[in-house]
């Protein structure tokens, strides 16, 4: 079975492993061990609650409890660029017009903006190529989301989610190819191992602080402009489903998109319900009421603890609030009969629920 959880100090050497699976593009998630140590630290001090919201640094692992293996990784920074810099390119448009020659246009720009500095972020959300079927993906990225509709008050009001760029099958960035390497002198995977270990004063030093057209990039460049890496494409389609958007930021090395949204309009915040764990059968309502799919619809169900943050898909639906799990399920929920746990659809809903 499978449940995702708050990391602990135990599981350094399993994320080595998950970290050594990634590949380039993901400057949160690298096989440095002294820095997956430094961050495991941190994300251990934030789910304790010894250190202050903003520099909390909350990681959640997929584990398979029948082999004890890892099986993927999530996080959410509770606020970005207060450290340390944080830059995106924000799109812009310029326009020329001549009334006496009778010429308008209109182009696109990028211009080197600190402007998402403070919002708390989604990242390094990575599973492992074993367990890519079922929902294990869903799971995986959804629990973000119902960690942040039991305790928003940790969170700002912006989120947002930072995407890996389109790669090349060489691994190489069109983007960074056709703008960053005339800059920075050095390639892609470089540049992409030196932020990752937070060393950015190279960005400002280095980069025109003028706006850049599209137009005079290398059509390669300019055809991934907010354009995902391969493997990101359903990570991209969750986030757009919770109530992620993208309003013309990217990635300042491969173009990838910055989705966004306001915390208080997340699904989760909207739909998430608290139910009481039953141990009585809890009625089903009848099908001529719900319609059979609403009867077998997969649930999203955490406990409230933040410390021991768990959680679990189960084909158990709350009713009249409350729900019945199962023993194994409440065993990796570490939660008892009278408990409080928080619930939400797997799924977005379609049509409103009777």
Not at 6 to 18: E, K, R, T
Not at 24 to 41: F, I, S, V, Y
Not at 260 to 267: M, N, P
Not at 317 to 336: F, M, V, W, Y
Request: hydrophobic fraction near 40%; aromatic fraction near 8%.
């Amino acid at each position: 079975m499978l449940v995702v959880r708050a990391i602990n100090a135990n599981d350094l050497n399993a994320l080595y492993g998950l970290a050594s699976q990634v590949g380039t593009g993901m400057t949160t998630l690298k096989p440095d061990m002294k820095m997956l140590g430094d961050r495991l630290a941190i994300a251990c001090a934030s789910f304790a609650e010894t250190i202050p919201p903003e520099k909390r640094d909350y990681m959640f692992v997929m584990e398979d409890t029948d082999t004890g293996r890892l099986a993927g990784v999530c996080a959410i920074k509770g606020a970005v660029g207060l450290d340390e810099p944080f830059y995106n390119y924000r799109i812009g448009t310029l326009v020329h017009s001549s009334r006496e020659l009778d010429v308008f246009t209109r182009m696109e720009t990028l211009y080197l903006s600190n402007d998402l500095t403070g919002s708390t972020e989604l990242c390094s959300l990575f599973l492992h190529p074993d367990y890519r079927s079922g929902n294990n993906g869903k799971l995986l990225s959804k629990s973000r989301f119902l960690f942040i509709a039991q305790f928003p008050q940790l969170f700002t009001e912006k989120l947002i989610a930072e995407m890996r760029g389109y790669q090349a099958p060489d691994g190489s960035s069109p983007f960074y190819e056709g703008l960053g390497r005339h800059f920075f002198k050095m390639d892609f995977h470089h540049v992409d191992d030196l932020t990752s270990l937070g060393k950015k004063s190279f960005i400002a030093e280095l980069m025109p602080r003028q706006p850049m057209y599209v137009a005079y990039l290398p059509d390669e460049a300019q055809e991934v402009i907010g354009k995902v890496h391969l493997s990101t494409a359903p990570a991209r389609r969750l986030l757009e489903q919770e109530g992620l958007h993208f309003e013309g930021y990217v990635d300042i090395f491969d173009a990838g998109p910055v989705l966004q949204a306001r915390v208080s309009e997340l699904r989760a915040m909207r739909d998430s319900m608290p139910a009481v764990l039953d141990a009585a059968t809890v009625p089903v309502p009848a099908p001529e009421a719900c319609g059979d799919a609403a009867q077998a619809e997969p649930y999203l169900v955490s406990n409230t603890d933040l410390k021991d943050f768990r959680m679990i898909v189960t084909s158990a639906n709350p009713h009249g609030g409350k729900i019945t799990l199962d023993d194994d399920e409440l065993h990796l929920l570490r939660c008892h009969h009278g408990d409080t746990v928080r619930t939400l659809s797997l799924n977005p809903r379609k049509h409103p629920h009777v």
